[in-house]
C-alpha cells in the first residue's frame, strides 16, 4: 500500500461496491447519515458539505483503491477523528487494515497542534476493534444503545490515541 491520497469522483463509486448491504453500511459509517441503497454520489455530498473532513484512499500497485479513511475534527481542540475506515473486501485479512490506519495516523500526528485521534466503533466489530487496539487506542467510553438496526440495538465504542502513545508504539 502506497502513501493515501485524497478521494477522487470515481474512487467513490469503487468504495460504495464494497458495501453490500444496510448493516454493513452502518457497521462501516455509523451516524454519519448515509441511506441504503448506498452509492458514491453520497459519498462526495458527504464530502462537499464540510470541507474539513479529509475522505483518503490507499491506492493498490494499479492505482485502483484498496482502501478507504476519513480524517476530521472531532469538535475538540487539538483532536482528530479517525472514521470511514474500510479495505476492500477481497484485500482483507492481509495486513492493509493497519497498513491503511498507520497511514492515517502518520498523516494525522503529521499536524503538530494535534494531540490525540479518536474513533467509534461498534461493539460487536471485534476485528476492528482488535485492528485499533494493536496501534495504541484504548477504550474511552461505552454507549448501550447507540444506533438501532432492524430489531436490535447496537452498543457503540468510543476509543481514543494520543500522540506520546503513538510516538511510543
Ligand atoms: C476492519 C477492516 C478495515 C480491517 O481490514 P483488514 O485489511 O482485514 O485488516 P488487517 O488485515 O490489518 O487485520 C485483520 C486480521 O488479519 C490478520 N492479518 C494481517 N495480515 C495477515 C496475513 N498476512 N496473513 C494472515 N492474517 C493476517 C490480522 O492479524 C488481523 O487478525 P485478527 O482479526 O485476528 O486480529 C476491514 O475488515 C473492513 O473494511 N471491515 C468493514 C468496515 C468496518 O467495519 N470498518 C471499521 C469501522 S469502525
Known amino acids: ?25 452502518v457497521l462501516w459509517s455509523g451516524k454519519a447519515g448515509f441511506t441504503w441503497p448506498f452509492d458514491g454520489g453520497q459519498l462526495l455530498d458527504f464530502r462537499a458539505a464540510d470541507p474539513a473532513r479529509r475522505l483518503l484512499v490507499a491506492p493498490g500497485p494499479d492505482g485502483r483503491p484498496l482502501g478507504h479513511v476519513m480524517l476530521r475534527p472531532d469538535g475538540t481542540p487539538r483532536s482528530l477523528r479517525l472514521g470511514l475506515v474500510l479495505v476492500a473486501p477481497e484485500f482483507r485479512g492481509r495486513g492493509h487494515g493497519e497498513a491503511l490506519v498507520r497511514a492515517a495516523l502518520d498523516a494525522a500526528f503529521a499536524g503538530p497542534d494535534v494531540e490525540r ?45 494520543s500522540r506520546p502513545a503513538w510516538l511510543s508504539g
Open 1 to 25: 500500500m502506497t502513501a493515501l491520497r485524497p478521494l477522487t469522483d470515481a474512487d467513490a463509486a469503487v468504495i460504495a461496491s464494497w458495501i453490500d448491504s444496510g448493516d454493513a453500511l
Open 117 to 161: 485521534v479518536t474513533l467509534g466503533v461498534y461493539a460487536h466489530n471485534h476485528g476492528a476493534r482488535r485492528l485499533y487496539e494493536r496501534l495504541g487506542f484504548r477504550e474511552e467510553e461505552v454507549h448501550a444503545g447507540s444506533v438501532q438496526v432492524g430489531e436490535t440495538w447496537w452498543t457503540s465504542v468510543t476509543m481514543a490515541l
